[in-house]
């Protein structure tokens, strides 16, 4: 869990204590071929992580075989230089394949800017050409283990059928609509894949005195006065939380559609009263 002011800092250790104090949890993970790496704000002997091609390349990639994708931290870039385009190049020559920047929420450096930067380092021969190959086959080498990628419609020759290409290509599902299509955003398979989602991960309390099930009552609904309480039992955009609908999630519920906590709970209980307020 980060807090800001100790989410960083600076590990002054030898290469000995590194490989079995700070590398070896993560041994396991890369072994079951874990597909993304984020680095962390932190330092090693007063090196940033983000611009250590010694730790991104040289010891994760190379050393440890990781051919995932390697991910920055939020705005972590603008730590490693003393102008943008310094930081771009160490960061990005280090060995990060992805650079996550708050699009210029904070500070200018917008994503629009970011790639001027880049395509101006390559240009310049700062960044080297193959660099840029790696970091674009390790991202298509993520995308199609997760299977993002699929060969478009237009690849069915013309007179075949959907069967026949996906036997010739496994990442070919005509039952799935092309990416970019609007139904596949909120569509209901979505839906259930997020309530079974929900149901596989909710926390669980222990069930003493009884108390579960609630008694039913008329019309097989629960007889006991339920109170619903908290800043996010009403709010869509609390629920959503970090890093979808808004950074830090957002309130009310006209940013999208969906059931609240407080909702869900009305729906079984009529009576469940909703108190506002932290």
């Known amino acids: 869990v980060k807090s800001f002011g100790l989410d960083q ?7 000995a204590e590194l490989r079995a104090t700070h590398v070896a949890p993560y041994l396991p993970a890369l072994a079951e071929g874990v597909l993304t790496v984020m680095v962390s704000y932190s330092s090693l002997n007063g090196v940033k992580c983000h611009a250590s091609r010694a730790l991104v390349t040289g010891l994760l990639k190379e050393e ?3 051919r995932g ?20 190049c160490k960061v990005v020559n280090a060995g990060v394949d992805i650079v996550m920047t708050a699009g210029g929420l904070f500070g200018d450096l917008t994503w629009r800017r970011q ?11 700062d ?28 690849s069915t020759p013309a007179g075949g059928d959907a069967a026949a290409a996906a036997s010739r290509c496994p990442l070919f599902d005509a039952a799935v609509p092309p990416m970019g299509d609007a139904a596949c955003v909120g569509c209901e398979a979505h839906r259930a894949a997020a309530r079974r989602a929900v149901a596989k991960s909710c926390v669980l309390l222990v069930n003493e005195g009884g108390l579960l099930p609630l008694p039913a009552g008329e019309g097989g609904r629960p007889a006991a006065e339920l109170l619903v309480t908290g800043i996010a039992a009403d709010s869509l955009g609390r629920q959503c939380g970090g890093w979808s609908l808004e950074w830090q999630g957002c309130e009310g519920n006209a940013f999208t559609t969906g059931t609240t906590i407080a909702d869900a709970i009305r729906a079984v209980q009529p009576g469940a009263r909703l108190v506002s307020g932290r």
């Not at 390697?70 to 102008?83: E, K, L, P, R, T």
């Not at 790639?115 to 021969?125: D, S, T």
């Not at 840029?132 to 060969?151: I, P, Q, S, W, Y």
């Open 115 to 125: 790639l001027e930067e880049l395509e101006a380092a390559v240009g310049r021969g």
């Open 9 to 15: 800092g600076n590990a002054d250790c030898d290469d």
């Open 69 to 88: 994708v390697v991910v920055s931290d939020y705005n972590a870039v603008q730590q490693c230089g003393d102008s943008y385009s310094a930081a771009v």
């Open 127 to 154: 960044v080297p050409a193959e660099r840029v190959d790696d970091a674009v086959r390790r991202v298509l080498r993520v995308k199609v283990a997760c299977g993002l990628l699929r060969r478009a419609a237009a």
């Open 64 to 66: 440890l075989g990781f």
